[in-house]
């Protein structure tokens, strides 16, 4: 088989695997911004077991291989819960959505912590003066600007995340590189899969890209316009 007739043949069923890959990205990545605007706030807080809480998970998250969190959730976490006499069974989408969810989510905490570290002090002076709650502040005047400061860096940890969905495939999810995998072991046709999966992730990365640089660009063009006004 040829590189075009071998190309026609798995592009179907890698095109297949991608939609799981974005559907597992899209659904890890809900729950991470959730996971890690709370780990960012309880990092910030002054109550002292909140702030060893997020650390801890933060640093466990970070200190560890995204592979073995992922054989820890789906295959340790069920058999933890069978100890206690709970029957407990993930799906591998679902195990892998929750692994990405809880890694993706600690270095979106970080991300979030710098945004709002990276505020000027005085931002939050100034809305206490007016009569805001520290809460208000944070909600209505720091987190904004905040996130804006972080969008980059955000964006940068979803491509991340969309590579990292490959490490998903060694618990049989049907994604991309599971679906790869299959087709080369039966057609031992690897050269030619791995480039086309290659292409895969090469042309959504370079969509999410284009959509950051958009992004970031609006958001520059929006701070001259407010700053010459």
């Known amino acids: 088989m040829n590189f075009i007739n071998i190309t026609k043949d798995v592009f179907p069923l890698l095109l297949r695997g991608m939609f799981v890959t974005i559907e597992l990205t899209i659904s890890a990545l809900f729950f991470a911004v959730i996971l890690g605007l709370a780990a960012c706030f309880a ?64 270095y979106m905490a970080e991300i979030f912590r710098g945004g709002v570290q990276a505020v000027d002090h005085g931002q939050m002076e100034a809305a206490r003066s007016l009569g805001l709650s520290y809460g208000q502040a944070m909600r209505r005047v720091v987190l904004p600007q905040a996130l804006r400061i972080s969008i980059p860096s955000l964006m940068n940890q979803f491509i991340i995340s969309l590579k990292d969905t490959s490490i998903i495939s060694v618990i049989s999810l049907a994604d991309i590189c599971y679906e790869a995998k299959i087709y080369i072991g039966r057609t031992m046709q690897s050269f030619v899969t791995w480039s086309v999966v290659g292409l895969f992730y090469l042309a959504v990365i370079l969509v999410l890209s284009h959509v950051s640089a958009r992004i970031e660009k609006r958001l520059s063009i929006s701070d001259r316009k407010s700053h010459s006004s």
């Open 43 to 106: 990092h910030l807080s002054k109550r002292k077991v909140f702030n060893l809480l997020a650390k801890g998970y933060i640093g466990v998250i970070r200190g560890t291989p995204l592979l073995v969190q992922t054989f820890f959730v789906y295959f340790g976490v069920p058999q933890l819960f069978q100890s206690f006499g709970v029957d407990v069974r993930l799906t591998a989408f679902l195990a892998g959505t929750i692994t990405l969810s809880l890694n993706a989510g600690a």
